[in-house]
């Protein structure tokens, strides 16, 4: 029997300021489309809203040159449902608006999800046809959370799917996430989320580590540098205030004499130095012969400057000891989307799928193992009908878990540091050839049986 725990809840963000014209409640009713009401009206109307329903969200597909995708977002997803309230404000809105009747609002006024979800954990890998999610409600209660989980699952997915190719590039080194400047200031703290959970490891935006305990770091910009009369002031500013562990930034000048002043300033014991212009490769090889030249062999080399996968996979042989990264972990270098759909595939027991040109859905509530081989290795992805689970092979494991019941967490949903776990041993079970960067194939197949 799955146990329930309503006690498992994210801290949210002070409310805004109501003088500002911003929502002043944690509501997040009306993040949807106008459309998903206006079905809920109709099929009030009808009498089909109580029909029981089943809900799937998956991929058709993953973005061009992808070969696995992480499922990310789910915890912040459960948080947003049970926060999936229409107050008075709420309905007043709709009213004035005319979005729907009065008996829908009324309806609405009483919300509170009380079906059944399952699905993959975060930090899970998916492929191709994966069920990542599945909601079991009526279609009432069920169809209304369509664009609240698809705008979080896809955008986090997206960031956390990006942010693992980055760090299997890395190999080991310190990954920072630091591009809050780069996108919407609450995009910022989802996607530091995501970054961390895919195996960065801190982020510098503060408001992510208040709400979610991911650890940050930060030292000075290039305007510290500019505000001094020399670049030796502000290093000696910088080290007074912060120690000499502190992570000293070298190229707003000249980078070799930056380093000389930094050492000069900051003695042998300096903690690192940045690097955020330039040939990085060229510039890391010359740093490190200078500081060992200069006798801080301990003297770690950070660099930045519009990095991805790719740049840091070039980087791998040279002598960097982390990576910053902003623009490209934040857009999902270049995959800004994880392509997911929220399909209706079951009603009142019944089968139905989408049979649209290039759109297909295959119906019925569905299920996933992931076959592995004996050493670990992953073959493929099987999945089935709910009412005929396959028997498990020695090596088969089940990839959705019990997320809710009765509308309540279960005590199955894992943590944020056990996802990070999770994935670990996930990337661990991909074949190599399904860890490159090139274009290829999904890592391992999916396949369907028919029941």
């Avoid at 009747?101 to 993959?120: C, H, K, P, V």
């Amino acid at each position: 029997m799955v146990s329930c725990s309503p006690q498992w809840r994210r801290p949210h963000a002070a409310k805004p300021d109501a003088t500002l014209g911003l929502a002043t409640m944690n509501s997040t009713a009306l993040l949807t489309d106008h459309y998903e009401l206006t079905m809920l009206a109709a099929a009030l109307r009808d009498g089909t809203g109580d029909r029981p329903c089943v809900f799937e969200v998956f991929a058709r597909r993953l973005p061009d040159g992808r070969r696995y995708g992480v499922v990310a977002g789910v915890n912040r997803l459960l948080d947003a449902i049970a926060d999936f309230r229409f107050g008075e404000e709420e309905i007043d809105q709709l009213r004035r608006n005319a979005v729907v009747d009065d008996s829908t609002l009324a309806w609405l006024a009483n919300y509170r999800f009380s079906g059944e979800i399952d699905g993959y954990p975060e930090g899970e890998l998916y492929f191709p046809g994966s069920p990542v999610l599945t909601v079991r409600a009526s279609f009432a209660e069920g169809v209304v959370l369509e664009t609240l989980a698809l705008s979080i699952l896809n955008h986090d997915s997206a960031i956390a799917s990006a942010a693992a190719r980055m760090v299997t590039a890395a190999n080991g080194r310190r990954m920072i996430e630091m591009g809050s400047r780069r996108t919407h200031e609450e995009a910022a703290v989802a996607c530091a989320r995501a970054a961390y959970l895919a195996g960065f490891t801190a982020t510098s935006n503060l408001e992510a580590g208040r709400r979610h305990g991911i650890p940050t770091a930060g030292t000075c910009a290039h305007a510290f540098t500019l505000l001094h009369d020399s670049e030796e002031e502000a290093f000696r500013s910088q080290i007074e205030a912060l120690g000499v562990g502190t992570t000293l930034l070298v190229d707003t000048y000249d980078i070799t004499e930056g380093i000389k002043t930094a050492v000069a300033v900051a003695g042998p014991d300096l903690g690192a130095i940045r690097i955020d212009s330039g040939d990085l490769g060229v510039m890391a090889r010359q740093a490190r012969d200078l500081l060992d030249s200069l006798g801080a062999r301990n003297t770690r080399i950070v660099v930045s400057s519009d990095l991805d996968e790719y740049a840091i996979a070039a980087l791998r042989a040279e002598p960097v000891d982390a990576y910053g990264v902003g623009t490209s972990v934040v857009t999902g270098s270049g995959a800004p989307t994880a392509g997911m759909v929220y399909k209706l595939v079951e009603v009142d027991g019944r089968h139905v799928e989408k049979r649209s040109t290039s759109k297909q859905s295959r119906g019925g509530w569905k299920k996933a193992l992931r076959r592995h081989k004996d050493t670990g290795t992953a073959l493929e992805e099987i999945v089935f009908q709910a009412s005929s689970e396959p028997e498990l092979g020695q090596y088969d494991r089940l990839v959705q878990i019990p997320l809710m019941r009765a509308g309540r967490l279960t005590d199955e949903v894992p943590t944020l540091e056990q996802s990070r776990e999770r994935l670990r041993a996930a990337l661990v079970s991909v074949p190599w050839e399904g860890l490159k960067l090139s274009r290829g194939e999904p890592a391992i197949p999916t396949t369907y049986l028919e029941s």
